[in-house]
């Protein structure tokens, strides 16, 4: 969305049509042979997230050095690394100290990482950055709200039984539906309001797409209706932007670098999270740590994320000043 034509730098065809494709495949075969094994939903939700979800966060560095370029600044590789190493650090302190207040922050930065990816390009006025909330907001609450016996579990998990968290999501669950449609309509109107401020041009075909994402979910398992938002929506269309950020830099004469090429360059950092979590897996079983692991790998997301939110909002605002 912006005041100009948005033209998709994949060609005519997004790939979340793919996407759509997937999850129609998946809700039909589900129809047909009842509830999905664990073992299709973890090899359907490993193959997304191998694919797409990891890569699209494995070009920060790539988005950074494009951004300081566009700043007239010099790069460095290993001080990037090591401030994306601190804020991990630092938030990971923080979930050992105040685990109900980082789930909290985790749960916030989510919200305004979809809702910046998903109401793109739009003017950087406080109504619209609302509305980005509320969008990201309504679709993290839509995904977690109708797989209440799945979500429960994990949040107690990740908040080691915490009292007033665990009070508040029963609550939630009671008044699920009354919650979103309410949701949804505030969402709505704030976008008419937003609109009527600031107009943009509005890709409606682009957001009946989310929204039949949104309804491919609804009718699957937790896991694959996470995946099919996070790595066949979400990562997707943050890689389609990423791509065309990163073209700023070709010179005029060389020729243009292909999105094949772009997600190649993603594969080295991709390869050792892929490698980073299997020697964790492996070592697991022969340590003599009582930690959940399941907590342990919802925490770890979230540390990787706030790092990676932090890049993806400076591209973004780039994208806006250039128009």
């Not at 830099?249 to 020729?255: A, D, H, N, T």
């Not at 979590?277 to 342990?296: G, H």
Request: charged share 10%.
């Amino acid at each position: 969305m912006n005041k100009r034509t948005y033209h998709p730098v994949f060609g005519q065809i997004t790939p979340t049509y793919l996407s759509i494709a997937l999850g129609m495949v998946l809700v039909g075969w589900q129809a047909e042979v009842g509830t999905l094994s664990v073992t299709v939903q973890w090899i359907v939700f490993a193959s997304l997230l191998v694919s797409v979800g990891i890569p699209h966060g494995a070009l920060d560095h790539l988005i950074a050095r494009e951004t300081a370029s566009r700043a007239g600044k010099t790069f460095s590789l290993s001080w990037f690394v090591v401030r994306y190493l601190l804020i991990m650090i630092v938030y990971g302190t923080t979930w050992f100290l105040f685990p109900g207040l980082s789930l909290g922050l985790f749960l916030l930065m989510s919200i305004w990482h979809f809702g910046e990816t998903d109401i793109e390009r739009v003017p950087s006025t406080l109504i619209w950055s609302v509305v980005r909330l509320m969008v990201g907001g309504f679709v993290l609450a839509f995904i977690l709200l109708t797989h209440p016996t799945e979500v429960t579990p994990v949040l107690k998990h990740m908040t080691l039984n915490h009292l007033l968290i665990v009070s508040l999501w029963q609550t939630a669950l009671s008044h699920s539906w009354l919650l979103l449609w309410g949701w949804g309509l505030l969402t709505v109107c704030l976008f008419r309001i937003a609109f009527q401020q600031s107009p943009v041009i509005v890709d409606w075909l682009r957001l009946a797409r989310l929204a039949i994402i949104l309804a491919l979910g609804f009718a699957l398992p937790l896991l694959l209706a996470f995946g099919l938002y996070f790595s066949g929506w979400h990562a997707l269309n943050s890689f389609q932007m990423t791509y065309g950020y990163l073209q700023h830099s070709r010179r005029p004469k060389q020729p243009v670098v292909t999105a094949g090429q772009i997600w190649m360059n993603s594969l080295p950092l991709t390869a050792i999270a892929l490698a980073f979590c299997s020697a964790l897996a492996w070592w697991w079983p022969y340590s003599t740590l009582v930690e959940d692991p399941l907590r342990l790998f919802f925490v770890f997301l979230s540390l990787i994320t706030l790092p990676h939110l932090c890049v993806l909002h400076i591209m973004n605002n780039q994208l806006k000043a250039t128009g």
